[in-house]
């Protein structure tokens, strides 16, 4: 166990918790199922926020803040909404030292404190469509907790848009799943499925639940993000009608979608190693540390003028560090900027001054260059961008060699234990069949596909009845 | 009433609430105390939120996040903490389902949250200081409520910094008053006095509450931010110690600061008038709103394209918005885009194209001016420092005309009644003194200033005991 990370292929649960650990990233708090995100793990969370906030903004929504509390009569007013979130339900009985008439909900999710609101707002066709982005905290209790991936409390964002038509708003949910596509590919380095969830996977309250799955490097799925299309089913329960363009009285299409701190689980489990975390160049807040290698202390002042120098006019282009601590080592300092996934290390020694050169090294490959001095800048710009690209390729690499077409529910059971891994099979798409796959295998149906790629004709893996799509199955996290 | 806005001199409460409808950004929801923040509103709160948290990573800190709940024996252990928040919080008492076994208290304020963290954090002298800021929401359970004023749960900031020495300690907090000063006058373009509180005005569990004051138009005070100096308080309260270069066992020094969606209220009611909201350039969503003018349809197209070529490269450098909507007239759009405070509104007619011309007219005096099509965003830009600064500059000249030195408590007393506004006063120091104004006047004593300007020697204004400096009375918010 080198430097305190467990070794990915001995414990890999261990391996998560230690990774985040050494960079220092979040931590449990005193209070049950609760986190602490610590400034190095914050700072990874708004990077995503910056870069979703915009990804909305050009589609068009806007950001608002709704309350944290909820009337509990609101929460039980769509059935099946309530049904779903029910056990996990926080809830508020003292307020200024008095019993409440009524107890508030701490939001699970703001459906229904959103609808009741959107009641007041809408009227008229004219009214719509509403394409309301929040960011927020959201409490749902956990009896097993797990940084970042599960917590009682978590931030996220939350999407909540009102349409005219069924269309227009399957559309929507749509597009928001696109850029958790597109987002999850160019900035977290994830290829991700994309499908709609079965009946028995939605979201509590949803007609459709989308979503985009990831292979961990543990060859376990991770849902990414999820993009609800609600139907009806909310402004009916709160009532919230419009007229058309013809004077008829029609209730609004809804949609809702989020993505939370999970992400940055995701981020973890799929790129980092046994010495640390790697952070996709694009989401780090450190792009490159700068680290200046003194065999004597009378070269010190020397190296780190011409460190200075190398780095004028980096500043506001791209965001490094340099790390000339008198009181360590150079081992001590690779060390700590590898744990904490930092995606270059620059190193200058005498010898490189010489030599008009510069030490670069890949964090995640570790690979070691020698580059000169000249365009530095560019070089380093050059290279975040093929590390970025690289990572990407890689973990599409892995997920393709470890995802497999499989028509034998035997060969499944044991496949899906060892190796492990993805599996498209055939599924008739009874609820019975569904509850055969999770109860032999610990696996679920991840997805059904969207596009023709998986669309044959086939026997369902259990029953043997006609299916006509590949579904993807898989065990999760 | 104009547009449906109360007049200000008519009534001042009923205009504030008028803006804020008029310019939607905000409205009360469905759960007693916590309010709705409206796209519009929400704009400017991400607005201040970006400035301040440049200011606050420029100086050092970074963000994290703690939780939400923060259970009741940890809030009860800062003996002054527990009694001042006491009142107002809100308690969870099931979770899941079940009761339970200690309630936790919704976050009024993270102090012991904080310092319950940091008690693992920190050993030595090597772990400080320590520089973290939170964006989160808390809340105050409140029984008399106001839009952005006064609300149970609102959004805000709050530092929790952990320092060696007293001497740092008190520093930062100075530090960060100087920031909430400077963001005050360069962003809300609002003057501001900094000083000290009173001991009766003091946060929960401070040694020392420094905070800003500005000058409403009603010639009320509003308190804009405060920083407190916490001294070993909660580093005691919380078992805090750390080892120092020589190996002694010390408290750790603490500060904490803290500013609020209460800035919009601010905001609203330094600047806008019996028009609407009017909002300082610098925090302005919306910078200009440029409209096209047509007598009969056949001009639209040619007046659209103008405009499209006049703002080619704007996009990414100014945020502007063209209203070319066919179905609303220029007068419906002029008193729209004046509602809601955008600071700039071009306007093309077919004259204008003739004549080579823009009408360009400000927001905040109304002003209408011809301007050459050349150079226009630079114009446009020059323009929105001119009411930048103005704004600032007409603020400041009203608060100096409203404030006043006063040593005759008789006087004083009728004078805060009317005409009203600032006084400047001897007081002996002693809270019975303090507690005299208050009663007398519904006036408290908003800071005492920690320059020399106010210091000189004098009588107390109720006792008639010697003073060394005047403070600052007023009625508030």
């Known amino acids: 166990m080198a430097k305190g990370i467990t070794k990915r292929s001995e ?36 990077n995503i926020q910056r870069q979703l906030d915009n990804m909305f903004k050009e589609t068009g929504h806007e950001n608002a803040y709704f309350p944290l509390f909820i009337p509990e009569s609101f929460i039980k007013k769509e059935a099946q909404h309530i049904k779903g979130f029910s056990p996990e339900l926080a809830v508020v009985t003292y307020g200024g030292g008095k019993q409440l008439e009524e107890p508030l909900v701490i939001r699970p999710t703001s459906e229904t404190i959103i609808w009741s609101t959107y009641a007041k707002w809408i009227q008229s066709y004219r009214d719509l469509p509403i394409l309301i982005n929040q960011w927020a905290n959201v409490v749902r209790w956990e ?23 069924e269309q227009e708003a399957i559309e ?74 013809n004077g008829e009285n029609k209730y609004v299409f809804a949609t ?22 790697v952070i996709p160049p694009r989401l780090a807040p450190t792009k490159v540390v700068f680290i200046p290698i003194w065999r004597d202390d009378s ?14 006019g980096w500043k506001g282009r791209i965001s490094f560090k340099v790390d000339d601590r008198d009181q360590y080592r150079p081992g001590y300092k690779f060390n700590e900027w590898e744990k904490k996934g930092v995606p270059i ?63 034998n529910f035997e060969a499944f059971r044991n496949r899906i234990e060892d190796p492990g891994g993805f599996f498209w099979v055939h599924w008739c798409g009874s609820p019975a069949c569904e509850t055969r796959f999770q109860d032999s295998s610990k696996a679920t149906i991840r997805l059904i596909p969207m596009g023709e790629s998986k ?21 999760s996290y």
């Open 11 to 46: 414990d890999y649960s261990k391996w998560y918790l230690d990774v985040i650990a050494a960079a220092d990233l979040a931590e449990h708090s005193a209070v049950r199922g609760c986190m602490v995100i610590k400034p190095n793990g914050y700072a990874l969370w708004e």
């Open 143 to 165: 009896m097993r907790t797990r940084l970042f991936l599960r917590t009682a409390e978590f931030l996220w964002q939350e999407g909540h848009t009102a349409h005219a038509t």
């Open 172 to 245: 929507e949910t749509l597009l928001i799943l696109d850029v958790y596509r597109r987002f999850a590919e160019e900035y977290l380095a994830a290829p991700v499925f994309t499908g709609v969830k079965t009946a028995a996977e939605r979201f509590a309250g949803a007609i459709d639940t989308y979503c985009i799955e990831a292979m961990m490097q543990d060859k376990k799925a991770l849902q990414g993000g999820t993009s609800h299309y609600l139907g009806e089913n909310f402004a009916r329960a709160f009532d919230v009608t419009f007229q058309d363009e």
């Open 256 to 277: 809702s979608w989020g993505v939370s701190t999970r992400l940055i689980g995701a981020l973890i489990m799929m790129h980092s190693d046994d010495n640390g975390l």
């Open 299 to 312: 070269q010190s002042d020397m190296l780190k003028a011409k460190i200075t120098a190398l780095t004028e």
């Open 345 to 407: 290390r620059l190193e200058l020694g005498p010898k490189d001054i010489e030599n008009n050169q510069v030490v670069m090294v890949r964090r995640d490959t570790g690979e070691k260059m020698f580059v000169s001095q000249e365009g530095l800048l560019e070089r380093v710009e050059n290279l975040l961008a093929t590390i970025q690209q690289d990572m990407f390729n890689r973990a599409l690499v892995f997920r393709d060699a470890n995802t497999y077409d499989e028509d």
């Open 455 to 475: 669309k044959e004709d086939g026997s369902c893996i259990v029953c043997g009845q006609p299916s006509h799509t590949r579904v993807l199955v898989a065990k």
